[in-house]
Each structure stands twice: as structure tokens, then as C-alpha cells.
């Protein structure tokens, strides 16, 4: 009796612990539920600029620099006519950089210049300006296409991670993409670590914003307070 007792105990818990984490995901994403490449203009999709954009995005986020200052640097780079490989390439660097400064990235104006010059020369060479390309090289293998993402300049595991987070919201084979960032966010939310068990808290279409928003739950002090009161 007493052990039916405890295994009643235990389940009650355990959807009382369910019904909880599910909520904080719910509170997670209407607090902070925007994705990183939609806060810097980009609309995803299956498409070569919107993906090639959301990979310079990467690339800017990869030196230890305020995620919001990387965003504003990618929104001005595009807003400054420089949203294509093609357009970067004939772009000069005295443009990259003062389109990097305007949104006070300056500290690795110059090197992340030459390295989307770079960047911008491999799509070419490589992909054809069509990161879809770089998926097809992959077999949508989703362990794989991590590593074609990092043969980019200065993209490595951090820059990976960021692009794949994202592009999740388009490319179904990467999903579910939690990273370890957004694991950490995830513990110190109290939700579970593992991706498929936060993958259980969302719709699969929301994957991406919930790793989003737990990664700001890592860099934002308060917003973990805020999310997890009264739960």
C-alpha cells in the first residue's frame, strides 16, 4: 500500500514538474521569444540571401562582442546595400568597416571586414552564392552541416551554433537544435537540459524562438526571475 502510495506521489509530481516547465516555456517566449535573426531584419527562409545574411550573422557574433551589437552590425551591413556574397565582395573594406562602426562594432571592425571578404569569396567559389548548396553537399545530414558552416572564416563551434539554432526554423533536419548555451539557459530555468525533452515544451515551429530566448535567459540577469516567479 504504502509503495502505491509513494508511486501516486511520484506521478502527481512529475505532471505537477511537466505542467510547470511547460509554462515557463510559454512565459519564455512572449517575454523573449524573438529570434536573433528576425531582432536584426532578417526573414527567414529557404532562400539563398535570407540565409547568407543569417550566416553573417554568425560570423559577427563569433568574437566576444554584445550580442546586440552584432545584431545591429548585421542589420546595418544589409541596410548599407551589402545583404549578398556578391555584394560584399565588391563592397571595399573601407565600406565593411564604416558600416561596422556606425553600429559601434569596432573593436574587430578591420579583422571581421577580411573575414567576410573571405567568407564572401568561399560562397562563391564553393556554393555558388547558395547556401541551399552547402545543405545538398551535407545529405541534410544534421551533423554535418555544422561542420561545412565552421570551414567559413572565423565560424567556428560558437558561429556554428548560431547559424544552426536558427536555421532550424527552415531547415526541419536540424531540428531539435538546443545547444549548450541554451542549455545553460535552460538549467537555469529549472526546464530540463536535454533537446528532445525541451523539444516536448513547443511546437516544432517554435523551436528556434525557444532557443533563442533560452540563450538571452543566460546573458539577461533578471529575465529568469521574471520568467520563473509565481510558477
Same mark, same amino acid.
Given at each position: 500500500?504504502?509503495?502505491?502510495?509513494e508511486t501516486g506521489r511520484?506521478?502527481? @509530481?512529475? =505532471?505537477?514538474?511537466?505542467? $510547470?516547465a511547460h509554462e515557463i516555456a510559454d512565459r519564455l517566449l512572449a517575454e523573449a521569444g524573438?529570434?536573433? =535573426?528576425?531582432? =536584426?531584419?532578417? @526573414?527567414? =527562409?529557404?532562400?539563398? $540571401?535570407a540565409l547568407y545574411r543569417l550566416l553573417m550573422l554568425a560570423e559577427l557574433v563569433s568574437v566576444p562582442i554584445r550580442a546586440n551589437t552584432a545584431v545591429a552590425a548585421a542589420r546595418e551591413i544589409a541596410d548599407s546595400g551589402m545583404?549578398?556574397?556578391?555584394?560584399?565582395?565588391?563592397?571595399?573594406? #573601407?565600406?565593411?568597416?564604416h558600416a561596422l562602426g556606425r553600429a559601434h562594432y569596432v573593436r574587430y571592425d578591420e579583422s571581421t571586414a577580411t573575414?567576410? #571578404?573571405?567568407?564572401a569569396e568561399l560562397m562563391r567559389r564553393r556554393y555558388h552564392d547558395d547556401l541551399r548548396r552547402l545543405r545538398k553537399d551535407a545529405e541534410?545530414?544534421?551533423?554535418?552541416?555544422? +561542420?561545412?558552416?565552421?570551414?567559413?572564416?572565423r565560424l567556428g563551434p560558437v558561429g556554428a551554433d548560431v547559424f544552426c539554432r536558427e536555421a532550424q526554423a527552415v531547415w526541419p533536419e536540424l531540428r531539435p537544435y538546443f545547444d549548450a548555451k541554451a542549455q545553460a539557459g535552460a538549467r537555469r %530555468?529549472? %526546464?530540463?537540459?536535454?533537446?528532445e525533452r525541451l523539444a516536448e515544451l513547443v511546437d516544432p515551429d517554435d523551436y528556434a524562438r525557444l532557443a533563442a530566448a %533560452?540563450?538571452? $535567459?543566460? %546573458?539577461?540577469?533578471?529575465?529568469?526571475? @521574471? &520568467?520563473? +516567479?509565481? &510558477?
Amino acid at each position: 500500500m504504502a509503495r502505491k502510495q509513494e508511486t501516486g506521489r511520484g506521478s502527481r @509530481r512529475a =505532471a505537477r514538474d511537466d505542467r $510547470a516547465a511547460h509554462e515557463i516555456a510559454d512565459r519564455l517566449l512572449a517575454e523573449a521569444g524573438t529570434t536573433y =535573426a528576425e531582432e =536584426a531584419g532578417i @526573414r527567414i =527562409a529557404d532562400k539563398p $540571401a535570407a540565409l547568407y545574411r543569417l550566416l553573417m550573422l554568425a560570423e559577427l557574433v563569433s568574437v566576444p562582442i554584445r550580442a546586440n551589437t552584432a545584431v545591429a552590425a548585421a542589420r546595418e551591413i544589409a541596410d548599407s546595400g551589402m545583404g549578398t556574397p556578391r555584394a560584399v565582395r565588391e563592397s571595399s573594406r #573601407h565600406d565593411l568597416i564604416h558600416a561596422l562602426g556606425r553600429a559601434h562594432y569596432v573593436r574587430y571592425d578591420e579583422s571581421t571586414a577580411t573575414a567576410l #571578404h573571405r567568407g564572401a569569396e568561399l560562397m562563391r567559389r564553393r556554393y555558388h552564392d547558395d547556401l541551399r548548396r552547402l545543405r545538398k553537399d551535407a545529405e541534410r545530414d544534421p551533423t554535418r552541416m555544422p +561542420e561545412l558552416i565552421r570551414e567559413f572564416p572565423r565560424l567556428g563551434p560558437v558561429g556554428a551554433d548560431v547559424f544552426c539554432r536558427e536555421a532550424q526554423a527552415v531547415w526541419p533536419e536540424l531540428r531539435p537544435y538546443f545547444d549548450a548555451k541554451a542549455q545553460a539557459g535552460a538549467r537555469r %530555468l529549472g %526546464l530540463p537540459t536535454e533537446p528532445e525533452r525541451l523539444a516536448e515544451l513547443v511546437d516544432p515551429d517554435d523551436y528556434a524562438r525557444l532557443a533563442a530566448a %533560452l540563450v538571452r $535567459a543566460t %546573458l539577461e540577469r533578471d529575465l529568469a526571475s @521574471r &520568467v520563473t +516567479e509565481q &510558477v
